[in-house]
């Protein structure tokens, strides 16, 4: 397999040349860097069309959040970004990652994910121990010494704001621990891989209100590092961490724009019925 991440150019000189106007990110000035863009993209489940218009461009360390009611495709969106449908769905069109188009077929879509990263909507730790679930992704593909996975563990435990709670229990199994620690232990196994971009499916729907309130915080700390886009029902959270927000309806992405645009004051009907709760 070759590796394309040698390929791999400073998000920042990346400018797509052919960059979709129509949902390009409203840009109050000229100091954004954009992290991935999507192009023509169209997904298909047999031969129903459940995505298509799905031209976005989401910037650097921010908070993309996608919204919509049940069935609009903004999972489907989210999955087909770091290749989550092959096999499932046809996907076409681009997707651009530091000037590649990942959505090709001569892609490494195992090195992509290290750059791309996913984390579901059920926390899903691996029948192992905490320390283990962090460092089995790791040693399976590289070489690394105990001392470097004994920093790894600590550091991404940290980043993911569950490294006091668990610091003395590393060799206990991961399945012990609560949702929303369990959530928090993925997010921080996903983070060791040293990823660019998160993409989060509905990922604190699973938690009580606290642990939830304690996710977010988690959210805003690892923006500073990381671009992060998230699938939500959750209309108070996609106004509480996001930068920006996409609506989307019927498999279209019907409005994209900085999120407190999109919940005070929509340009488009249908998101304003949304976010009031007219439909969904
Ligand atoms: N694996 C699949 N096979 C066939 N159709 C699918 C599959 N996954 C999704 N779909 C269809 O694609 C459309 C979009 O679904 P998707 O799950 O992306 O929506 P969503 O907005 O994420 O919904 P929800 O909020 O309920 O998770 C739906 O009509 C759904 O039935």
Redesign the pocket.
Known sequence: MTDKSQELKPVSDFIPEKAPERYIIPMEDDKHEIALSTEDLQVS?GD?L?LSEGDLRFERYKITSLI?A???????FLRSLNRMNDG??NVTGHIWYRGLDINSQDIDVYEMRRHIGMVFQRPNPFAKSIYDNITFPLTRRGKYTKAELDEIVETTLKQAALWDQVKDDLNKSALSLSGGQAQRLVIARALALKPDILLLDEPSSALDPISSAKFEDTLLELKKDYTIII?T?NMQQAARISDYTAF?HQ?KVIEYDLTRKIFTRPKVELTNDYISGNFG
């Open positions: 489940y129903k459940s919509g049940s069935g609009s495709g903004k999972s489907t499932v769905a699938v029902h989307m498999g």
